[in-house]
């Protein structure tokens, strides 16, 4: 009753039983510790467990004896419990804050104030063809909506070019409002020099931090009966380690919400682009298909070419909403492709 001291386990920590790990814990904090011992340590533990916490502190250079609740000493072990479940509730509760993870990039970043406004671009892109970029706008930590922003990028001659596609979003970005405290990308050392770059050429002095996933170095499929967790890392630039994120929850959560929600909004635009500039390349091919069929057909369409080619005329006819003429030059157009 004279005070208290709270200690927490994380998850990666902890074996199979918990008891255990809190035992060895008990006997490496009474053997190192330089405080007061104890006359008595009450513990709630299983026989097996309690015998041999009892044996081990009673070996110990100042002996500690280990004692059951009982009835006797019932309320003084709800008190404890109670507490440490209140301790809990509160470190739980903090975690959540999104003012902890803010104040933690702050602090990452070496800033003089808290980053309000968080913007995370990502590029998808695949083989050259029909790029999308995405903008994510976070403010105080929660996502919103409204400032989210699809860049439709040029294709190069020479394909995948990060630099030359960032230039290009950068270029754009900065035509549309205030910048933000942070910019985020989704990558490490690499795509954080080529962001960096960028902003030194339009004169821009915002701080860039990168997301990427470690490498567990060993291929996997969910039939392993050992799975090896992807540790979430943030790349800083002048840093030479990456911060691993799982140190503060909240911040992991802004952060990999934010690299998510821009994987999901570029793809859905690349995989749009992709599958019209698709349907183009073939419909222009198509006898009879002028501009208002095309894009009637483009608005109805969710099948692949192969799957269409096994449909009937009146199938595509149906589908479509197309002629019957129409229908049978798409069908023989498909059958002659295939």
């Known amino acids: 009753m004279l005070g208290h001291k709270n200690f927490h386990f994380p998850n990666q920590f902890i074996g199979e039983s918990l008891e255990e790990e809190i035992c060895a814990y008990l006997y490496q904090y009474y053997t190192e510790s330089f405080d007061a011992f104890p006359d008595h340590l009450i513990l709630p533990f299983k026989d097996n467990i309690f015998k041999i916490m009892k044996k081990a502190m009673s070996e110990l250079e100042q002996p500690i004896l280990v004692k059951s609740p009982g009835k006797k000493l019932k309320s003084l072990m709800e008190l404890a419990t109670s507490q440490a479940f209140e301790s809990q509730r509160v470190r739980l509760s903090n975690q959540e804050s999104i003012y902890v993870g803010l104040n933690k990039l702050k602090d990452l970043l070496k800033l003089k104030e808290r980053p309000i406004v968080l913007e995370c671009f990502d590029i998808a892109i695949w083989q050259g063809a029909s790029p999308a970029a995405s903008q994510i706008v976070f403010i105080e930590g929660k996502a919103e909506n409204k400032l989210y922003r699809h860049y439709k990028m040029k294709e190069l001659p020479e394909g995948n070019n990060d630099f030359a596609m960032m230039s290009e979003l950068i270029t754009r970005r900065v035509k549309h409002g205030s910048l933000p405290d942070v910019f985020i990308v989704d990558g ?106 095309k894009q009637k057909i483009l608005k109805k369409s969710d099948l692949t070419l192969d799957e269409l080619t096994e449909l009937s005329e009146n199938e595509l006819m149906n589908k479509f909403c197309i002629s019957q003429k129409i229908s049978k030059n798409i069908k023989k157009y498909l059958e002659d492709r295939s």
């Open 188 to 293: 490490g050392k690499g795509q954080i020099s080529s962001f960096q770059a960028v902003l030194k050429d339009q004169n821009i002095n915002v701080p860039v931090v990168g997301i990427a996933k470690s490498k567990s170095g060993k291929k996997q499929n969910f039939s392993d009966k050992e799975v090896f967790k992807s540790e979430e890392r943030l790349f800083i630039p002048g840093r030479v380690n990456p911060y691993f994120l799982r140190k503060n929850m909240s911040l992991f959560r802004i952060m990999v919400q934010m690299r998510d929600e821009a994987h999901r909004f570029s793809r859905r635009l690349h995989h749009k682009n992709e599958k019209s500039r698709t349907f183009h390349s073939w419909l222009d091919d198509v006898v009879g298909v002028g501009e208002k069929t």
